[in-house]
């Protein structure tokens, strides 16, 4: 004869069947969940993907200012429409902030870079802001191309026009060219810098992200340009001291008109650039009464420089001769000819204030 479960023997089974239950939902919600989440992410990918290729490469202009920038008004309106496709950093003297106090442009507010140090004109300070003004720049995955602007350039072309036209090619542009006229190299550079790879040209390039490590990175040439590289006293200062014995023994180097040049020939990657700035200097070839002067400062263009045919003709130049090397570079975009210059120096404010109210400089339009 069987005895019929008692009341507290079927509580205990009843318990125990619900904890089972309750187990089972638990494990359930919980691969649910899992399932869930890991549905999410694979979801997100894609979108990451799209918002990481949509946010596309930029221009860092790197301005090289002795304050402030006195042409900002100009280049608030040239930056304006292109936020997401440049950046902006600038090296002036140490301590000097941009703020609603010294700049007009929001583009430039707390721009400038927080280690600047003294610039002496001649010397090695002021490839050392260039590379600290790219050290910064290179923090930003996004920024691809480096400009140097001197706080007296000007834009000739809108925004979009010079975005396409530098990105458009995977090369930097260096003005570079064999330096064989003139005795600014210094032979205690070698061998470290042999002369063959002494190269000479404007110190406003545009490189590429490559080429911009490559400048960062430099442990070799900088340092002979550190040690070799002084100021010579110019003709005009002998006056006042003893005229030296044999000025051919003193070497101005101008560093900032070789460095970037000689760096890249002696790693072997000239053939990575277009050897041409994009950037117009007119040099004054006969104003001084002194012939050895001549030549060695640009030309400043003043208020009553800047018309519409000074920007026209320098926009109509396909081509730049080194005489040097008996090289003619022809200038071309996109496997096309075009012009060769995208900025041009040396403007003053008032200079470049009257080329923005005249039609010369449509910074906020398309270009044809």
């Known amino acids: 004869m069987k005895r019929k479960a008692g009341p ?5 089974k009843w318990k125990r069947k619900l904890f089972t239950l309750i187990l089972v939902g638990i494990c359930f919600g919980t691969l649910v969940l899992l399932m869930h989440t890991q549905y999410s992410r694979i979801m997100k990918l894609p979108s990451l993907r799209n918002s990481q290729q949509n946010q596309r490469p930029k221009i860092a202009f790197l301005f090289i200012a002795r304050n402030r920038i006195p042409l900002d008004i100009l280049w608030d309106v040239f930056f304006q429409g292109g936020e997401s496709r440049f950046s902006i950093y600038v090296h002036s003297r140490p301590g000097f902030l941009f703020n609603k106090a010294t700049t007009r442009s929001v583009f430039f507010l707390d721009r400038q870079v927080n280690d600047s140090i003294q610039v002496d004109w001649g ?8 590379r600290i003004l790219l050290r910064h720049a290179l923090k930003d995955p996004l920024n691809q191309r480096f400009a140097f602007v001197s706080d007296s350039c000007i834009p000739l072309y809108n925004f979009s026009y010079i975005y396409d ?3 458009s090619t995977r090369t930097s542009f260096v003005d570079s060219f064999a330096d064989t006229k003139e005795a600014r190299y210094n032979p205690k550079m070698h061998p470290v810098i042999p002369a063959h790879n002494w190269r000479k040209g404007s110190q406003w390039v545009v490189l590429t992200r490559k080429h911009a490590q490559v400048v960062v990175k430099d442990e070799t040439v900088f340092p002979m340009f550190q040690l070799h590289c002084k ?5 005009e200062f002998w006056r006042n001291r003893p005229i ?3 000025t051919s023994k003193q070497h101005n180097c101008i560093p900032d008109e070789h460095y970037v040049q000689t760096l890249l020939a002696q790693q072997g990657l000239e053939g990575e650039l277009t050897r041409r700035s994009l950037t117009h200097t007119a040099w004054d070839l006969s104003s001084s009464r002194n012939r050895e002067r001549r030549g060695w400062h640009p030309l400043t263009y003043k208020f009553s420089d800047a018309t519409p045919m000074l920007i026209k003709s320098i926009k109509e130049i396909d081509n730049v001769y080194y005489e040097t090397e008996h090289r003619r570079e022809w200038c071309s975009s996109k496997g096309k000819p075009s012009q060769c210059f995208l900025f041009a120096r040396k403007f003053t404010r008032p ?3 009257r080329l923005l109210n005249t039609t010369a400089l449509e910074l906020n339009r398309s270009n044809d």
């Open 244 to 246: 030296p014995a044999d």
């Open 351 to 353: 200079a470049a204030l």
């Open 165 to 167: 036209y530098i990105m």
């Open 231 to 235: 100021t010579k006293s110019l003709p």
């Open 123 to 130: 010397e090695a300070s002021m490839i050392e802001a260039e």
């Open 8 to 12: 507290q023997k079927a509580q205990h």
